[in-house]
């Protein structure tokens, strides 16, 4: 790597170390206004559609315990029956 290479590369770094400050300052200060908010925020991207299943399906496959896999899938699998059939009542 050149000189130059270098220098572009730690200016690059810098830049990017500057914009995760001022980030994390914005979260936190956005955190310090409304605690709640970011919290509910944070729930609301696993309650999307499939999002709960396919987490509760990864959980399953790294968990060492048989009975709690188990219990998962049966979990995951009424999960999506019962959306579906909300869906099916819904559209009626």
Request: glycine share 8%.
């Amino acid at each position: 790597m050149k000189p130059r290479d270098r220098a572009i590369k730690k200016q690059l770094l810098l830049m990017k170390g500057e914009v995760l400050r001022v980030k994390l300052t914005l979260e936190l200060e956005q955190l310090r206004q409304h605690p709640l908010g970011m919290a509910g925020k944070g729930f609301m991207a696993f309650t999307g559609t499939g999002r709960t299943a396919s987490l509760l399906s990864s959980l399953a496959n790294i968990l060492p315990s048989e009975s709690i896999r188990r219990w998962l899938r049966r979990g995951t699998r009424m999960l999506l029956m019962w959306k579906l059939v909300s869906k099916f009542l819904a559209s009626r």
